[in-house]
């Protein structure tokens, strides 16, 4: 929906199962239309697709190209985002660390990307910018090579010639965000300004001068204008950065706010008792949840996946501690017992601050919601999708902050 002028509102479609483009459809007819009559009755709605490979390489058919302009306009929705981090399936069965293959030093996920760019190209309305969220280049283990590294560059160079000159054909601007996410090649904040600064700029630069015939500069432009970060609240608070502090500094660093993705991380604090409450939580083998451990120096330990045999590891002799957990919960739930949630991260000043450092695209992302204990599940999703845009919207109207 748009918040302002130039500033849009979305949840998440990986939410809904399916990996055919027909389940998606589905979804916009069935939830999401739905969504849209409780939140936005008689005004333009605004959907953040998920298209892993085969849905995409299927609405790239004409006639179902086509088709999806009509539901659109029939049903008052328009689409300005579009989820093409994960390639393959994504819901009911073990996904881990799998969702980040294809890497970005694969063919295939440049491939894979540039068709879900033109998809976006030929959705977008006049006016509005797209902008396309990605992984973090790859899982940290193992770690890419040097050559492997240097092909993850070139191909990112691609998808930004790709880009523009779909802007140039078009007239459709297209980003596309990184997004950092804990034990991964890009994780926070800093690593995010080094990959751009000391491996991106120099080895993406070098690309397009020989490929694309532009000068440094013109090549630099390139790369700034239609590679940036989708910043997701959930990842960046497990790793207990500031949102405030990583704004401003990708801000600073002229990195471009592609999308933020508002989600909210378990929160606990290291006890026998949070072992018991975390563990209808660790009973999830579909998606990964990195784990995080502050010690009192500021440091990190950290988990790959939350695990009853990582639970087992806390005794009552564990000094409390704070602990962060990749699972994300709806926005807003308040937590119970030993649990919290980090959406109180989610402030007016928050988005105030994220418009000012130029984000324009919000999306809420809990993606979990089939995975969530019983106890968190006692709406349907349409209802929980319902209550998280309400959550979202309470915040962004105190005081009422105008674009810029």
């Not at 590294?149 to 779909?166: G, I, K, N, P, S």
């Not at 660093?253 to 008792?273: C, D, F, G, N, P």
């Not at 000094?319 to 959406?343: E, N």
Request: aromatic fraction near 8%; glycine fraction near 6%.
């Amino acid at each position: 929906m748009h918040l302002t002028d130039d500033c849009h509102l979305t949840y998440c479609m990986n939410v809904h199962p399916g990996e055919e483009w027909a389940d998606q459809r589905r979804a916009i007819v069935n939830e999401a239309c739905a969504v849209k009559a409780a939140l936005a009755p008689g005004r333009p709605f605004g959907l953040g697709l998920r298209l892993g490979r085969r849905a995409a390489a299927a609405l790239a058919a004409p006639a179902a190209l086509e088709d999806l302009r009509q539901l659109l306009a029939a049903h008052g929705l328009y689409v300005f985002t579009i989820n093409a981090f994960p390639y393959g399936t994504f819901h009911n069965q073990a996904v881990k660390t799998s969702v980040y293959l294809p890497d970005w030093s694969q063919r295939e996920r440049l491939d894979y990307t540039l068709q879900v760019a033109d998809l976006l190209a030929a959705l977008l309305p006049e006016g509005v910018e797209g902008s396309i969220s990605t992984l973090p280049i790859a899982y940290k283990e193992p770690p890419l090579p040097t050559a492997s590294l240097a092909r993850v560059c070139a191909q990112l160079a691609d998808a930004a010639l790709h880009l523009r000159e779909l802007e140039r054909r078009t007239g459709r601007l297209i980003h596309l965000g990184i997004e950092p996410e804990p034990d991964c090649l890009i994780e926070n904040t800093q690593e995010c300004i080094s990959f751009f600064e000391k491996t991106l700029l120099p080895l993406g630069t070098a690309w397009i001068c020989r490929n694309g015939g532009l000068t440094r500069q013109q090549a630099e432009e390139v790369l700034y204008r239609h590679i940036g970060i989708c910043l997701d609240t959930c990842h960046l608070a497990v790793a207990f950065e500031s949102l405030s502090g990583s704004l401003e500094a990708l801000h600073r660093h002229h990195i471009r706010l592609s999308k933020i993705q508002l989600s909210a991380a378990l929160e606990t604090v290291t006890s026998q008792q949070a072992v018991y409450a975390l563990f209808p939580f660790a009973r999830d083998h579909v998606y990964l949840h990195q784990v995080k451990i502050r010690q009192p120096d500021g440091t990190l330990e950290a988990w790959n996946d939350l695990t009853p045999a990582h639970l087992t590891t806390w005794t009552a002799r564990t000094p409390r501690r704070p602990c962060r957990v990749h699972f994300h919960v709806p926005l807003d739930f308040a937590g119970h017992g030993q649990l919290a949630s980090t959406s109180a991260l989610l402030t007016n000043d928050f988005y105030t601050m994220a418009r000012r450092c130029g984000a324009r695209h919000f999306e809420i992302e809990t993606y979990t919601f089939a995975v969530l204990p019983p106890a968190l599940r006692s709406r349907t999703l349409v209802e929980n999708i319902i209550a998280e845009y309400r959550q979202v919207l309470g915040e962004w109207e105190i005081g009422k902050p105008a674009c810029r």
